[in-house]
């Protein structure tokens, strides 16, 4: 038998909602300028250093499109730059105070911070403030893939018209492609959440939707071939297509039990997805190899838990005060946290790196004796989990990419590069969910968000009739209020608004976000309604109406080319 065991793919799924000019801290831009610093950056940096070392470190990196859309707006790179700043000088102003208290360590410290945000101020200058373009130019040299999604990070299972996903996808696909110069062709289905096609009733008492369309089919409408998706919709999956002697044959739902040497319902193979019954693939699912993923994601086990790292939940002062800090042990309280130590952390992270590959070439070699072919690791986590949660976490990839290129028992490669080379002979029909609590829909739809539920399946019903009966194409000034209105429409249906509110995080920021996105797409709506009728309407706006056009133009300054079309089937 061959020394290959098979391929390793490490997914990255960078994320965050739209917070330019929403506020600041502890709510808003913050959390941006936060993962560009720690995280963005950060694995910019690993891969050039990987590339130094003449390793080519293959990550997947999935760059959501309203992340693109901040990261390259001259607003967030002016701000960037002020908050770099502003760490700087923070650090400088806790030398001094920790020279007044003679601690020479967290002096030590101090100091380390101002380099480490002096290299990132460095480094985003020496990227002329061009994060998208950065990752843009290391794709275009074959050092990583970059994924698309959806435009707003819109969770698609629950939305209520299949042209409100239609639309959602070709808002992402268009941006990213604007921004970085090339159409992805891998997509990330936010919260891996994923429908199949069939009879499908909402979650909050709208009634019987009728038959709708498998999310599969609506990307690769859009140039999409291949998604992720969570384990357990694999292990559940319908078994549909074969491919055997040089064609395609239908096959029972259960090939899985009758043949197990053909890698059906395993994670270490990718599967094609086609849920309607009577087709070949549309796209691909690579799915997410949970045994492997734990050895970082788990709170109790995983790696960014260790008592060596940098602690995340203290800090000097409470509004953006620097960490000095580790985590010191499980269950610590933070009053007895032991100062931080970076001299010990290279160890640690060998330790680590070294450890988790061990544990994918297990992986790769007990799928391979027990099937009797190779197979592929994939491994996906938030982007924001290395360097924003994990201080360390960009160097633990350093080390890991770096081991895994010398390591010829294994392929190291991005998921459309295996693509590339491996034909995947078997079709699935995927059930219904996500990856998040319980594998189903549960965190976002339930009784503290249905509300929000019920307001975006009103506000989905009034476009969806609002672009079919009034004259756009033909009335410059509707076609401009609808095209506010769908961008208000995108940004109240991103996923993260009923997320926060269900973890209990940034409650209230959540609630004023979704309702005041509610607020503008319900002026600009019925604007459009009254401009339609009467073309001189604009001239006689009231307070309210003048305000919710201003504030939308001020604040909303995301996807500049709304396509009305984008909502047509």
Not at 14 to 30: F, I
Not at 86 to 113: P, V
Not at 507 to 523: A, L
Request: with cysteine.
């Amino acid at each position: 038998m061959s020394d290959n065991l098979g391929s390793f793919c490490l997914v990255l799924h960078g994320h965050l909602p739209y917070v330019l000019r929403h506020g600041t801290w502890p709510h808003g831009e913050d959390w941006l300028y936060e993962a560009a610093a720690e995280t963005y950056l950060p694995i910019l940096a690993m891969i050039d250093e990987c590339v130094y070392f003449n390793a080519v470190p293959k990550i997947t990196m999935g760059l959501t499109p309203v992340l693109l859309e901040q990261l390259a707006h001259p607003v967030f790179k002016e701000g960037f730059i002020h908050y770099l700043k502003d760490r700087i000088e923070r650090a400088k102003q806790d030398q001094i105070e920790f020279k007044e208290i003679d601690n020479g360590h967290m002096l030590y410290l101090a100091e380390r911070w101002e380099k480490w945000y002096s290299e990132r101020l460095e480094q985003f200058e020496k990227i002329n403030h061009d994060i998208p373009k950065a990752f843009a130019d290391r794709k275009a040299k074959n050092y990583c893939e970059i994924l698309t999604s959806n435009a707003t990070h819109a969770y698609m299972p629950l939305l209520y018209e299949d042209s409100s996903i239609r639309a959602q996808v070709r808002a992402g696909v268009a941006s990213s492609e604007r921004i970085l110069g090339f159409k992805p062709t891998g997509m990330w289905l936010p919260e891996c959440a994923y429908r199949p096609a069939g009879d499908w009733s909402p979650p909050i008492g709208w009634g019987w939707k009728g038959a709708r369309t498998g999310i599969e089919h609506i990307v690769a409408d859009e140039g999409i071939d291949h998604f992720f998706v969570e384990s357990h919709l694999i292990e559940e999956s319908r078994s549909e297509q074969v491919f055997n002697d040089e064609k395609w044959w239908k096959v029972d739902w259960d090939e899985a039990r009758k043949y197990p040497d053909r890698g059906w319902r395993s994670v270490n193979e990718p599967h094609g997805v086609n849920s309607d019954g009577n087709g070949l693939a549309r796209v691909y699912a690579m799915g997410r190899d949970q045994e492997v993923c734990e050895k970082v994601w788990s709170g109790d086990i995983g790696y960014p838990a260790d008592g060596a790292y940098l602690e995340f939940h203290k800090a000097w002062s409470p509004k953006r005060g620097l960490r000095y800090w580790k985590i010191t042990g499980p269950k610590t309280d933070l009053g007895d946290k032991h100062l931080y130590i970076p001299d010990n952390i290279d160890s640690k992270l060998h330790e680590h790196a070294t450890h988790f590959v061990e544990q994918i070439k297990s992986r790769l070699r007990k799928y391979r004796d027990e099937v009797g072919r190779t197979g592929i690791v994939v491994t996906s986590f938030d982007a924001e989990l290395f360097g924003h949660w994990w201080f360390e976490g960009p160097q633990f990839l350093k080390n890991v990419m770096l081991t895994l290129n010398s390591d010829p028992e294994v392929n190291l490669c991005t998921t459309e590069e295996y693509l590339d080379t491996h034909f995947v002979d078997k079709v699935v029909a995927l059930p219904e969910g996500s990856w998040g609590e319980e594998g189903d829909h549960r965190v976002w739809t339930n009784d503290q968000v249905n509300w929000m539920w019920d307001i975006e399946y009103r506000c989905e019903t009034v476009f969806g009739k609002m672009t079919s009966e009034l004259d756009w194409e033909k009335d410059d000034k509707v076609r401009e209020l609808l095209e506010k209105a769908g961008r208000e429409l995108l940004l109240l249906q991103a996923s993260d608004w009923p997320f926060v509110i269900r973890r209990g995080q940034a409650v209230d920021y959540g609630i004023k976000r979704f309702m005041q996105h509610v607020s503008r797409f319900e002026v600009l709506t019925s604007l459009a309604e009254k401009v339609a009728e009467h073309s001189d309407y604009l001239g006689k706006l009231n307070e309210v109406e003048q305000f919710e056009i201003k504030d939308a133009d001020i604040h909303d300054v995301i996807f500049p080319n709304i396509d009305l079309n984008w909502w047509r089937s």
